[in-house]
């Protein structure tokens, strides 16, 4: 598990260059918790971040200060803030909206994409397939990340990917708990290619139900992870 206390220097973020500040310091921090680089309990100290970054606190406290108030961090001591834990109850209201919400998506996806746009996410899935095959599981999340957003940019519908990635924002730093259990030895049916067998028919309800199904099938394994208290923890190895 990952020590809360970390410094941020091996998570794959990296300097700034160009104005504004804030709002590239704001990016690299929303796509490591869309990554699950982040797990609950991490804290976020400014002065780590803006080493790491190569620029001034001030930008980087902006940052956190959009994702506090966008309910994604919580603030912490003073100078940090903190990647909160997510709790079964919550857990639940979120795979509940999401099957919602990007289910809906994929089913819009379904009527507007192109041959080219289907094959570009089954390029993905093949990548996600050869990290599997591989055990080799570091940049797993990333692209499968990118296959699910590919589907529902495809929608055409930008409020809607606003409101999907606030939630997978919510729950990314559990996400990173399918990592390697699930996705390689629990993880049932291949939804991922039936969606894109259904995109490929322009079925939308097919392609529909198998995303829900995804959801449902990864969310449940993640319930299962909760403790006595209901805060959702990595599985520790026997």
């Not at 804030?22 to 991490?42: I, K, M, N, T, Y």
Request: charged letters at 25%; glycine letters at 6%; a negative charge.
């Amino acid at each position: 598990m990952m020590d809360t206390n970390a410094t941020v220097a091996d998570l794959n973020l990296s300097r700034l260059s160009r104005e504004p500040l804030w709002d590239r310091a704001h990016a690299q921090l929303r796509e490591a918790l869309l990554a699950g680089r982040f797990e609950p309990g991490s804290a976020l100290v400014l002065r780590h971040l803006a080493e790491t970054f190569g620029t001034s606190i001030t930008p980087v406290r902006d940052a956190l200060a959009r994702l506090v108030a966008q309910g994604v961090l919580e603030q912490g001591p003073r100078n940090s803030a903190l990647v909160p834990d997510l709790r079964k109850s919550a857990l639940v209201d979120i795979t509940m909206v999401r099957c919602e919400l990007e289910g809906r998506a994929t089913r819009e996806a379904a009527q507007k994409a192109t041959p080219a746009d289907i094959d570009a996410l089954d390029a993905l899935l093949a990548d996600m397939r050869g990290m599997i095959a591989r055990r080799a599981l570091d940049a797993y999340l990333d692209v499968h990340r990118r296959f699910h957003f590919g589907i529902y940019a495809l929608a055409g519908i930008p409020i809607l990917d606003e409101m999907i990635e606030n939630l997978w924002l919510r729950c990314g730093p559990i996400l990173s708990f399918v990592v390697p259990e699930y996705v390689v030895l629990l993880k049932g049916t291949d939804h991922h290619q039936a969606a894109l067998d259904a995109l490929r028919r322009r079925d939308g309800a097919a392609a529909e139900a198998e995303i829900v199904a995804d959801i449902e099938e990864a969310g449940r394994y993640l319930l299962s992870l909760a403790d006595p208290s209901g805060r959702i923890r990595r599985r520790v190895p026997a």
